[in-house]
């Protein structure tokens, strides 16, 4: 979680989310040389953070599957969250594509126009795999909720945290962040049912 939020984070140094600002600050986020570092410091990181991700939900569909046995749900789990972690590492990608490319060579000029519209791409996918995110925790939560694993409260926050991944537009990064303490939570969780 720490390497997902730390990856998204530097990314959005260098990045161009809000498509409102000045031609100027959009041309000096993408010109620094501190952000341009930081733009290539993000994609690693979130690279690592989607590799443990993936492992993290093997680990999860292995558990859920001792609870449940073969439940057809359990298929979706994997390729959820690959589909949540593919998605951001692409819209990270795009949105600092701009300050990468200075970094890289002296032929480009960065162009702000170019930056806003690439922010923006880069955002919307970033946002669109919030539905893997969802189908996780929807699936997950369903499959604990029927071996009667999971607290009714617990069932029913984790379904807000669908609703908030699948809203994930509208709700200014709610959804992320409501994804990210559903995770910690299950982490949590499957930590302790290894111990027992």
Same mark, same amino acid.
């Given at each position: 979680?720490? $390497?997902?939020? +730390?990856?998204?984070? #530097? +990314?959005?140094?260098?990045?161009?989310?809000?498509?409102?600002?000045?031609? =100027?600050?959009? #041309?000096?986020?993408? *010109?620094? *040389?501190?952000?341009?570092?930081?733009?290539?410091?993000? $994609?690693?990181?979130?690279?690592?953070?989607?590799?443990? $991700?993936?492992?993290?939900?093997?680990?999860?569909?292995?558990?859920?599957?001792? $609870?449940?046995?073969?439940?057809?749900?359990?298929?979706?789990?994997?390729?959820?969250?690959?589909?949540?972690?593919?998605?951001?590492?692409?819209?990270?990608?795009?949105?600092?594509?701009?300050?990468?490319?200075?970094?890289?060579?002296?032929?480009?000029?960065?162009?702000?126009?170019?930056? %806003?519209?690439?922010?923006?791409?880069?955002?919307?996918? +970033?946002?669109?795999?919030?539905?893997? *995110?969802?189908?996780?925790?929807?699936?997950?939560?369903?499959? =604990?909720?029927?071996?009667?694993?999971?607290?009714?409260?617990?069932?029913?926050?984790?379904?807000?945290?669908?609703?908030?991944?699948?809203?994930?537009?509208?709700?200014? +990064?709610?959804?992320?962040?409501?994804?990210?303490?559903?995770?910690?939570?299950?982490?949590?969780?499957?930590? %302790?049912?290894?111990?027992?």
């Amino acid at each position: 979680m720490v $390497l997902l939020a +730390g990856g998204i984070a #530097l +990314g959005a140094l260098a990045g161009v989310d809000a498509p409102g600002l000045s031609d =100027a600050a959009i #041309l000096e986020r993408i *010109g620094s *040389g501190r952000n341009q570092a930081a733009a290539g410091l993000a $994609l690693p990181m979130l690279a690592s953070a989607s590799a443990l $991700l993936l492992w993290f939900a093997v680990g999860l569909r292995r558990a859920l599957e001792r $609870l449940e046995g073969d439940e057809p749900l359990l298929h979706a789990i994997v390729p959820a969250a690959a589909l949540f972690a593919g998605l951001v590492i692409v819209g990270a990608a795009i949105d600092v594509s701009s300050a990468v490319t200075a970094l890289a060579t002296d032929a480009f000029t960065p162009d702000p126009d170019v930056a %806003r519209v690439l922010g923006t791409a880069g955002a919307t996918i +970033g946002l669109t795999g919030l539905v893997g *995110g969802a189908v996780m925790v929807a699936a997950t939560t369903r499959i =604990a909720q029927r071996a009667q694993a999971l607290p009714t409260w617990a069932v029913w926050a984790s379904y807000v945290v669908v609703v908030l991944c699948l809203i994930g537009f509208w709700t200014a +990064g709610m959804g992320s962040v409501a994804l990210g303490l559903w995770l910690v939570g299950a982490v949590i969780a499957l930590l %302790r049912a290894s111990r027992s």
